[in-house]
């Protein structure tokens, strides 16, 4: 069965409640084959300027409608995206790559983002605060912001729309999507599924296009009052600097250069059980993906050889096939940073454990790698390689090690290992991250909040507090006869 015949499978615009298309048009490839697998719209700034205001005049009704009746259309989505999630994932496999399994685990993990503020939605409290004069009395409410956009990356093509749509929607706000162009398709099935479950026109809208001009539109319009990005640090700070004229609200999501340390009291199998779910996940274009391993010298052989026999027993291939592991890269560039950070690794006195190469399938894939003895000045240590590559760096102490993890721009997650309390408390203290996994490798959950330090960014996704991206605090002062 074709992607074409599901009843999800869109490939125009969702503009007002309508499917809107354009003669020019943007193609989206499988990565794992380079089939063109669609066209999606090519939006001009008009068309988005356009779609702004159907936002706005959405806004007006939709914050009104009551918390519970938003709650139940917001539940009704996440009802429709569980039951539809093997076209879900079947389509998102096709336009990222990642093995089916773990499109269908993003899907629940999507999905659970919705669920959570479909139920938030009716926690949404003010507050009666002690006045501070006899005849005052001070109320505090929490409205909705207004009309937000959301420019999404590739890596996720469903869970990164879920964490943003879903408190924005449930806080009362509308909200302009705009997925990245490889991976378009998730995002247009989900928002079939959300006109099916009655968000009401303009509420939710899905715009694509050429990415700067989309952004641009988005930016420099001041009816749009937040934006929240997920994506790289460089296009992050672009766009605040382009939110800054109007000051809209922002939450960026950005890059990250995750340490995961293993210290010589762990337990050995359960770190690398930890790193395995952490790296290879999405063949390790995750931006909490584990970047740099430190593991402490007396460990190191213990630990890379287990690694080592697990990693090249990965199976690699296209994420549509049975028993497949790992997909391809999103495309050539990323597996030609994938290979020039080996390269440079090696080239500095690195030692290779498995893989190291480029495979036969093509330009996009790349071998699951484990390199050990990686010096501190590679390349893999300072740039996210956002691939299948695990650079091992042994450490002898403690304080030495705090130190090469904070050694970085960036702070968006942590990990070690250790057996150890006193050691964890020390180091969790000091590791300056916005996320920290203590002898876990898997951390993300929809509860919780997910936010960098940092150059890693912004404010938080998920927990209570992730709906307050999308509301503003109005503070109410009663003068009382
Ligand atoms: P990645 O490395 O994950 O592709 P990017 O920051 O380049 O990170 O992309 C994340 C999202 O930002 C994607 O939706 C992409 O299309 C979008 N994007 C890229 N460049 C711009 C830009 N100049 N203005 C607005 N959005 C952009």
Redesign the pocket.
């Known amino acids: 069965m074709t992607l074409q015949h599901y009843d999800i499978f869109k490939q125009d615009c969702l503009i007002n409640g309508e499917w809107v298309g354009t003669a020019d048009r943007l193609d989206v490839t499988n990565p794992a084959t380079g089939d063109v697998i669609a066209s999606v719209p090519k939006l001009d700034a008009k068309a988005v300027h356009q779609a702004i205001d159907y936002a706005e005049e959405a806004f007006k009704s939709w914050r009104k409608v009551t918390p519970s009746k938003r709650g139940d259309i917001v539940r009704k989505w996440y009802d429709l995206i569980i039951e539809h999630t093997d076209e879900l994932a079947t389509i998102m496999t096709t336009e990222q790559g990642k093995p089916l399994a773990e499109a269908k685990g993003e899907i629940a993990y999507a999905a659970s983002y919705i669920k959570w503020f479909a139920e938030e939605a009716m926690r949404i409290n003010g507050e009666i605060l002690p006045a501070g004069t006899e005849n005052t009395h001070i109320r505090v409410s929490r409205d909705p912001i207004g009309v937000c956009a959301a420019?999404?990356?590739?890596?996720f093509p469903a869970a990164m729309i879920a964490r943003k749509a879903a408190p924005a929607l449930a806080a009362g706000c509308s909200m302009i999507v705009?997925?990245?162009?490889q991976t378009p398709l998730t995002a247009l099935a989900l928002g079939e599924l959300a006109i099916q479950a009655g968000i009401p026109k303009g509420v939710l809208q899905i715009v694509t296009g050429k990415?700067?001009d989309?952004?641009?539109a988005l930016c420099e319009n001041a009816k749009v009052r937040k934006l929240t990005?997920?994506?790289?640090t460089?296009?992050?700070s672009?766009?605040m600097a382009k939110c800054a004229p109007d000051v809209k609200k922002l939450s960026l999501e950005l890059g990250g250069n995750a340490p995961f340390i293993v210290f010589d009291d762990a337990d050995v199998d359960l770190a690398v059980e930890g790193l395995m779910a952490g790296k290879f996940r999405n063949a390790g274009q995750t931006c909490i993906s584990p970047n740099r391993v430190y593991v402490q010298s007396s460990v190191l052989e213990e630990f890379q050889t287990k690694l080592a026999d697990k990693v090249a027993a990965l199976k690699v291939g296209n994420g549509l096939h049975d028993g497949v592991n790992i997909g391809p890269l999103i495309d050539k560039a990323g597996a030609d940073k994938v290979a020039e950070h080996v390269e440079d690794a090696l080239s500095h006195g690195a030692l290779l454990l498995t893989g190291g190469k480029r495979l036969e399938q093509g330009d996009n894939w790349y071998a699951p790698t484990v390199l050990t003895r990686v010096p501190a000045d590679a390349k893999c240590t300072s740039e996210e390689t956002f691939g299948p590559v695990v650079p091992l760096i042994p450490f002898d102490t403690e304080e030495q090690v705090i130190e090469y993890a904070n050694d970085t721009p960036f702070g968006l997650a942590a990990y070690f290992f250790s057996d150890n309390l006193h050691r964890a408390q020390r180091v969790v203290d000091a590791i300056e991250s916005g996320m920290v996994g203590i002898n876990t490798g898997a951390i993300s959950a929809a509860n919780a909040p997910f936010g960098g330090v940092k150059a890693s960014g912004i404010g938080r996704e998920g927990a209570h507090i992730g709906i307050e991206e999308y509301l503003e605090m109005k503070y109410q002062c009663y003068g009382i006869k």
Do not use: C, H, M, V
């Not at 990005?229 to 790289?232: D, R, V």
């Open positions: 420019i999404t990356p590739w890596n705009k997925p990245a162009s990415a700067s989309i952004g641009d990005f997920t994506g790289s460089e296009i992050g672009q766009l």
